[in-house]
């Protein structure tokens, strides 16, 4: 199979390059291709005239879309409907990630692929405008939403806590924003196996298990033996431009249905600081 990478260069895309296995891949950073400029799409596809595109490629700053919406716009819906557009000319296959941010939040029960839309954020009300043009353009795309990524790849809330946790002593976090922590790894691991399984529609893609923010940041200082202080804080305490969901778990019952199951926040969180770990170990050899 012929896998081409739009967002290569990002978080979960160094991931995707790095874990995918058994494929031709190609992975392409918005230097190698702009998604704002259809031309540049058509010309890449037709160069690798790959089987399946994964649209990883993203204006991700959710509070800077907040002021620059055009941006967000262009990038986030605009860019994905023309990869859509260029996909379904050339007959490929396509995988778009999107966001658990696509929802209030207001719901007290794990979101299932059905549920409605309703994004409080301008990034949200990117990803959602996406989505749904990009299911009338080809009805057959899969759309992966997934939650509270991190990875070794580059700046995730795990690293920025460890790297404040070195100059503090003590630490304020918000506890009441629950969510899915989702490693990169395991989240690469099973958009291959989508690919492979010939997914189609909506794919609800995260570790297992919820948490809040502070427990989260509690957990990750907490394994690895930081003794700072860390205390349970409110979203209304720590006001951000954009508004974030609640609560926003996703349901894995649509990742069931092809016989993926991903493993607990706590376990990818345990694997996350040992790869870290052993990162930085060979960067001071
Ligand atoms: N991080 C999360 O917590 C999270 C949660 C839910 C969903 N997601 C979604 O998962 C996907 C991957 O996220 P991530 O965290 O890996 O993002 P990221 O680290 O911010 O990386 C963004 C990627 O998009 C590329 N990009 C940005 N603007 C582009 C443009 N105009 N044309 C082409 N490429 C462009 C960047 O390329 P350069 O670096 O080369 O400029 C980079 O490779 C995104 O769709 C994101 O919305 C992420």
Same mark, same amino acid.
């Given at each position: 199979?012929?896998?081409?990478?739009?967002?290569? =260069?990002?978080?979960?895309?160094?991931?995707?390059?790095?874990?995918?296995?058994?494929?031709?891949? =190609?992975?392409?950073?918005?230097?190698?291709?702009?998604?704002?400029?259809?031309? =540049?799409?058509?010309?890449?596809? !037709?160069? &690798?005239?790959?089987?399946?595109?994964?649209?990883?490629?993203?204006?991700?700053?959710?509070?800077?879309? /907040?002021?620059?919406?055009?941006?967000?716009?262009?990038?986030?819906?605009?860019?994905?409907?023309?990869?859509?557009?260029?996909?379904?000319?050339?007959?490929?296959?396509?995988?778009?990630?999107?966001?658990?941010?696509?929802?209030?939040? /207001?719901?007290?029960?794990?979101?299932?692929?059905?549920?409605?839309?309703?994004?409080?954020?301008?990034?949200?009300?990117?990803?959602?405008?996406?989505?749904?043009?990009?299911?009338?353009?080809?009805?057959?795309?899969?759309?992966?939403?997934?939650?509270?990524?991190?990875?070794?790849?580059?700046?995730?809330?795990?690293?920025?806590?460890?790297?404040?946790?070195?100059?503090?002593?003590?630490?304020?976090?918000?506890?009441?924003?629950?969510?899915?922590?989702?490693?990169?790894?395991?989240?690469?691991?099973?958009?291959?196996?989508?690919?492979?399984?010939?997914?189609?529609?909506?794919?609800?893609?995260?570790?297992?298990?919820?948490?809040?923010?502070? !427990?989260?940041?509690?957990?990750?200082?907490?394994?690895?033996?930081?003794?700072?202080?860390?205390?349970? =804080?409110?979203? !209304?305490?720590?006001?951000?431009?954009?508004?974030?969901?609640?609560?926003?778990?996703?349901?894995?019952?649509?990742? &069931?249905?092809?016989?993926? &199951?991903?493993?607990?926040?706590?376990?990818?969180?345990?694997?996350?600081?040992?790869?870290?770990?052993?990162?930085?170990?060979?960067?001071?050899?």
């Amino acid at each position: 199979m012929r896998v081409t990478i739009f967002g290569g =260069t990002g978080l979960l895309g160094k991931a995707l390059t790095r874990i995918w296995q058994g494929d031709e891949l =190609t992975s392409l950073g918005s230097i190698d291709a702009d998604i704002r400029s259809p031309q =540049t799409i058509k010309r890449v596809i !037709e160069q &690798h005239r790959p089987d399946w595109i994964v649209l990883a490629a993203a204006y991700t700053d959710v509070d800077g879309c /907040e002021t620059n919406q055009q941006l967000a716009f262009d990038v986030n819906t605009q860019g994905a409907i023309d990869v859509a557009e260029a996909a379904k000319d050339a007959g490929t296959r396509l995988l778009f990630l999107s966001s658990d941010y696509v929802f209030d939040g /207001e719901k007290l029960s794990p979101y299932e692929i059905a549920d409605p839309r309703s994004p409080r954020s301008v990034y949200g009300k990117t990803k959602a405008a996406a989505e749904e043009r990009l299911l009338n353009i080809l009805p057959e795309c899969c759309i992966v939403r997934t939650s509270w990524v991190f990875g070794v790849d580059g700046k995730c809330f795990p690293d920025t806590m460890l790297k404040l946790a070195a100059s503090r002593s003590e630490l304020a976090v918000v506890d009441d924003q629950r969510g899915s922590p989702t490693y990169t790894t395991d989240l690469a691991r099973a958009i291959q196996e989508l690919c492979h399984s010939d997914a189609k529609g909506i794919v609800h893609v995260t570790n297992a298990g919820d948490c809040s923010w502070f !427990e989260f940041a509690r957990y990750i200082l907490h394994k690895s033996s930081s003794s700072v202080l860390v205390k349970p =804080t409110s979203t !209304e305490k720590f006001p951000r431009p954009a508004q974030r969901p609640k609560y926003s778990v996703l349901s894995p019952t649509s990742l &069931h249905k092809y016989g993926i &199951h991903m493993a607990s926040w706590t376990d990818a969180a345990q694997r996350y600081l040992a790869e870290r770990a052993s990162r930085t170990k060979s960067v001071q050899h």
